[in-house]
């Protein structure tokens, strides 16, 4: 069996413009770029600011961290008193730090959970307690 013959040997590609595109059509002007007109797309009026100035994007806020750990100490309750002074000693700090940032921290319900928390272990352990040293006079 015979090879077929090969065939012609490719021609020169066609020409290309810059980063491998295909050259313009002879003949062919690009058109004038204008520049676009006021009030019709582009970026916003305000720019990208800093937050707080007219046009601007707003800040995010931040959850306070002393109402977080307010929340979490009170959790602790069942442990000993101390976390449950600690989650109310938190929960108030928390509290005047919020609303001295004047909306830049929030968190005010983790605080109240925190200090309600911390409020309710210290009355069951106190209930503990009495009940407890009930029982020893009793005896």
Known sequence: MSQPPPGPPPGPSPPSGPW??????????????????????????????????????????????????SLVTGLLFWCFVIPGIVAVVLGHLALEQIEDSAGAKTGRGLAIAGIVLGWVGIGILGIVAAGWVITLLGT
């Open 20 to 69: 491998g595109a295909p050259a313009p059509t002879p003949g062919w002007t690009p058109q004038p770029q204008t520049q676009p007109q006021p009030g019709w797309g582009g970026y916003p009026a305000g720019g990208y600011g800093a937050g707080g100035y007219p046009g601007s994007y707003p800040t995010r806020q931040k959850t306070s961290g002393l109402a977080v750990a």
